[in-house]
T-cell receptor
Framework: AQSVTQLDSQVPVFEEAPVELRCNYS??????LFWYVQYPNQGLQLLLK??????LVKGINGFEAEFNKSQTSFHLRKPSVHISDTAEYFC????????????FGKGTMLLVSP | DVKVTQSSRYLVKRTGEKVFLECVQD?????MFWYRQDPGLGLRLIYF???????EKGDIPEGYSVSREKKERFSLILESASTNQTSMYLC???????????FGPGTRLTVL
């Protein structure tokens, strides 16, 4: 079985500061990893995903994430955040074979203030 | 773009009522999912379906059932709504596991 841990429930930052949202996963097999964003009163939107190959993946809105197999991590980063990045961010994992479902972390609320 | 629509954005029901939440996707996706989202608990999988008339239990199926009579439509049914089913319900669809999920806007259900 797979699991995801998002270490921070809330991350407050000032506008234009860098941010890192942490995600660790657990699985006995190879995985695909995803980051989703949820703006207030909306559904989830895919930010980026890691399937294979380069461990640094770039997504929408200037976000990127790095897959680290030895540390079983997939942290999300942005070098300079905007007020509009205020949202909840979810990390998710699925096994890369067969009919495996997506398992989500509990989410990290990113709060960007001026 | 994939579009996943849910029949209601907000719904208020009374304890004991039978509740239907409808979800429709327009991209011919094989797979459809129902999650509930609660503060501090993230998203938890209720039921999913890999094909028409096929369903599989997720992590928290108790108190729920589903129906998939057509490929594009996946319904979540609360047979007898209870207050602990007050939550945000999110429907999603996908084609393959490496594509990730496409989500609808959600239905915020309040059971009084």
């Amino acid at each position: 079985a797979q699991s995801v841990t998002q270490l921070d429930s809330q991350v407050p930052v000032f506008e234009e500061a860098p941010v890192e949202l942490r995600c660790n996963y657990s699985s006995s097999v190879s995985v695909y990893l995803f980051w989703y964003v949820q703006y207030p009163n909306q559904g989830l939107q895919l930010l980026l995903k890691y399937l294979s190959g380069s461990t640094l993946v770039k997504g929408i809105n200037g976000f990127e994430a790095e897959f680290n197999k030895s540390q079983t991590s997939f942290h999300l980063r942005k070098p300079s955040v905007h007020i509009s990045d205020t949202a909840e961010y979810f990390c998710a994992v699925t096994e890369n074979s067969g009919y495996s479902t997506l398992t989500f972390g509990k989410g990290t609320m990113l709060l960007v203030s001026p | 773009d994939v579009k996943v629509t849910q029949s209601s954005r907000y719904l208020v029901k009374r304890t004991g009522e039978k509740v239907f939440l409808e979800c429709v996707q327009d991209m011919d996706h094989e797979n459809m999912f129902w999650y509930r989202q609660d503060p501090g608990l993230g998203l938890r999988l209720i039921y999913f379906s890999y094909d028409v008339k096929m369903k599989e239990k997720g992590d928290i199926p108790e108190g729920y059932s589903v129906s998939r009579e057509k490929k594009e439509r996946f319904s979540l049914i609360l047979e007898s709504a209870s207050t602990n089913q007050t939550s945000m319900y999110l429907c999603a669809s996908s084609l393959w596991g490496d594509e990730g999920l496409f989500f609808g806007p959600g239905t915020r259900l309040t059971v009084l």
